[in-house]
């Protein structure tokens, strides 16, 4: 299967930002996307979820108020808005899609991992380091 395209991830210091980009034309539908995260020695946790029309999001405790998720479906991309990063936020970043919501144009799945995210991305390496 044609994977998603995570990019933007590089080496910044704290307090600086960051955008990611998740490119999904490969797919003809929308689907509601989250981004999530993986630091090293750490399980994979949800970062921020969105529904395919874009009205609805949902944010982790840890990144409410610093990151902001958006998308633009005319040009099938959805973003990821880092401000203000934080050491803690070192990880690789991943865009995956929720199969299941093809016809929930409202829809915001739990932003955590699960089986109905079942298209992923490679990844995107982001370091917040002095």
């Known amino acids: 299967q044609t994977p998603l395209v995570e990019s933007g991830g590089a080496l910044v210091q704290p307090g600086e930002s960051l955008t990611l980009s998740c490119k999904t034309s490969a797919y003809t539908q929308d689907f509601a996307i989250g981004w999530f995260r993986q630091a090293s020695g750490k399980g994979r946790e949800g970062v921020s979820c969105?529904?395919?029309?874009?009205?609805?999001?949902k944010y982790a405790d840890s990144v409410k108020g610093r990151f902001t998720i958006s998308r633009d479906n005319s040009k099938k991309m959805v973003y990821l808005q880092m401000n203000d990063l934080k050491p803690e936020d070192t990880a690789v970043y991943y865009c995956?899609?929720?199969?299941?919501?093809?016809?929930?144009?409202?829809?915001?799945?739990?932003?955590?991992?699960?089986?109905?995210?079942?298209?992923w991305g490679h990844g995107t390496q982001v370091t917040v380091s002095s």
């Open positions: 995956a899609l929720d199969h299941t919501t093809a016809a929930w144009s409202h829809f915001v799945p739990q932003c955590r991992p699960s089986a109905d995210f079942a298209a």
């Open positions: 969105i529904s395919l029309d874009g009205l609805n999001t």
